[in-house]
């Protein structure tokens, strides 16, 4: 579930990732349905309609993750799931990475620190996307970083000086970057990964 919005009342229209699309789906409010939110992991019926331009969602069964009753992973993965809902706004057809990125994060959840977890996997959607830049040339004034390497928005390599940030040593960055492993940073470091994440993917 990527996202949900209150319409009249009590309705809701829906953003759901499934393997191949991105659905918008609109559900009616009725008193016995289970409730959903951002994150969840359902399994659900789309009631094709003539009249109405959009489907309505029926029959949704949650199905839990193991990590749901703790809290932080919890809201790390729904403020993760906020980002991809950003990040995937105008998209209906979707290669099946996205869903299967997705899945992957539930099921290593309950095992690992989620922040850990969630910018390593970041990393594997900036490969994927053709966005994850691995050379050491700052973004901004296109000379190369000879000494530690600072991160902007989207994970761009910079210099310190030029985006007025602390850097991460280059062979902590080359082992997220290649492997897609954070073992080598600190978990000061590993918030500091997250905290760009957070400014959108
Ligand atoms: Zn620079």
Not at 71 to 99: A, C, E, G, P, W
Not at 127 to 154: N, S, Y
Request: charged fraction near 30%; hydrophobic fraction near 40%; aromatic fraction near 12%.
């Amino acid at each position: 579930m990527l996202n949900t919005t209150k319409v009249r009342d009590e309705d809701l229209i829906v953003r759901i990732l499934t393997q191949n699309e991105v659905l918008t789906l609109y559900r009616f409010y009725g008193a016995r349905h289970s409730y959903i939110n951002v994150g969840f992991y359902i399994d659900f019926v789309v009631e094709e309609t003539y009249k109405a331009t959009i489907k309505r969602l029926r029959n949704v069964v949650q199905i839990p993750f193991s990590f749901m009753f703790d809290r932080q992973k919890m809201l790390d993965f729904k403020i993760f799931t906020t980002l991809m809902n950003k990040h995937l706004i105008d998209v209906s057809k979707i290669d099946s990475f996205y869903y299967d990125l997705m899945f992957e994060i539930s099921q290593k959840m309950e095992n690992r620190d989620s922040k850990r977890l969630l910018v390593e996997s970041y990393v594997k959607l900036l490969e994927k996307e053709g966005r994850l830049h691995k050379e050491h040339k700052c973004f901004l004034c296109e000379r190369e970083i000879k000494d530690k390497v600072a991160l902007a928005r989207a994970f761009l390599p910079a210099h310190e000086r030029c985006v007025m940030s602390e850097g991460f040593e280059k062979e902590k960055l080359n082992l997220l970057f290649s492997e897609k492993k954070s073992l080598l940073l600190d978990d000061n470091e590993i918030q500091k990964l997250w905290s760009i994440v957070n400014l959108g993917f």
